[in-house]
């Protein structure tokens, strides 16, 4: 089965549900029993309530940063991310031109990135822990793991960012000003490579600050499954296995406070 679309690989894991595009659809049809693939622009605090109740999260905006990525990976539910091809209307969604409605099925695989028309037969696959530890150390700005091939050499020059950084830092947020890159990357030398990903088509700038194109977007995933391959599974494991009790307390922490009640009402948010 060809996909509809893709974007990127959020949340490990292969979900299929009817299309709902609110947070109270969610929790209508999970109330009724049908799983639910909750589809929006991009989520917030405000959208946590039907993201409980999801069997997975579908948006069109935001990176493996983004609050959808990271409440999805806290609650282990398959999301993908970032799928630009998707535009999210009032109970309708258009996926790269094929316009689904409210209560249609699709699946999404958390694994690939990959958005599916229907049903997908087969069980739930986990992609190798080394994806959930390279994506929330990237959050945190650190690189780890043995140097990997870049996907474009633009210079050599002490403080310089190179291509691979900003490409994995875009992958992360979606989005970002060249402050921002500066400060994930810890470099104020981050235009001359934003300059040089631009004509190579692989990083665009808009409103909102430089994103991957969708030949970028290729170009961070194949950076990214070589990171994976440079750390082993066994090795991540193991890094995994002593960063996971720190990680739970924040998530229970963050979660906990975007659930609060204020005056016997949700608290809502800005995101």
């Known amino acids: 089965m060809r996909p509809l679309a893709t974007g990127l690989p959020a949340s490990p894991g292969l979900a299929t549900g009817h299309i709902a595009t609110t947070p109270a659809d969610a929790v209508a049809s999970a109330q009724a029993g049908r799983p639910v693939i909750l589809v929006r622009s991009e989520t917030s605090p405000e959208d946590v309530q039907g993201m409980a109740r999801a069997a997975g999260v579908l948006t069109s905006r935001g990176g493996l940063a983004s609050h959808a990525a ?30 689904l409605q409210a209560g249609d099925t699709i699946t999404i695989d958390g694994d690939t990135g990959e958005i599916f028309a229907g049903a997908v037969p087969g069980t739930t696959t986990v992609a190798p822990e080394a994806a959930t530890l390279l994506a929330w150390a990237r959050e945190l700005g650190l690189e780890i793991g043995a140097p990997v091939a870049e996907a474009t050499d633009v210079s050599s020059g002490a403080g310089l960012a190179n291509s691979a950084g900003v490409l994995r830092a875009l992958m992360i947020k979606g989005s970002a000003s060249r402050e921002a890159l500066g400060m994930a990357l810890l470099t104020d030398e981050v235009q001359p490579t934003l300059e040089q990903l631009i004509a190579e088509r692989l990083v665009e700038a808009g409103a909102d600050g430089f994103a991957l194109t969708a030949k970028g977007k290729a170009a961070a995933l194949a950076q990214l499954a070589a990171d994976q391959r440079s750390w082993g599974t066994e090795r991540a494991v193991a890094a995994l296995d002593a960063f996971q009790k720190l990680d739970r307390i924040v998530k229970e922490t963050v979660t906990a406070w975007q659930l609060r009640e204020v005056g016997g009402a949700p608290a809502r948010e800005s995101a």
């Open 70 to 99: 990271v409440v999805a990976r806290g609650w282990g539910i398959p999301a993908v991310v970032g799928a630009d091809s998707v535009r999210v209307g009032e109970h309708e969604v258009d996926i790269a031109g094929r316009k």
